[in-house]
């Protein structure tokens, strides 16, 4: 993969977690108004890698493919939710008490959503429009 934001991009994880939530979640020092891009596309980076990574050598091919009409926006999703988890956990919660707990748990959903959708995909429970990877992909074939 190469670069930043190759599937998502920052306006993807705030479609999910909130432009206010985002910026302040990634600004850990707190000395700005504005979101740490530096920040969020670490975890931008971080999430598409971490998710490629799970596909590769399974169904799909990687980098993946559009084949359908729903095109990588599951995918997109997925990424997406999990690098706002991500930004989460660089900062932790901003707020104290039960608002922090109930924070805190909400991104604990969030993550085990991430897992649940992965492993219904990686189990072909769920399918995408994305290209199959070849069945025998790299490896030499004997004749």
Known sequence: MAGVG???VQSDIEKIFGVDNIRLWSNVENDDDDADTTIINAQITKSETKI?????????????????????EPIKELMARDAGVGIYLTRGSTSSGEEAEEENDRMEKQAKRVEKDLL?????????????QD???ESPQVV
Do not use: M
């Open 120 to 132: 219904g995909y990686l189990s072909s429970a769920r399918t995408l429009d994305l290209e199959i």
């Open 135 to 137: 069945q025998f992909g």
């Open 52 to 72: 490629e990574a799970r596909f590769r050598g399974g169904r799909y091919a990687v980098p993946f493919v559009v084949t359908g009409t729903n095109g990588l």
């Open 6 to 8: 190759v599937y998502i």
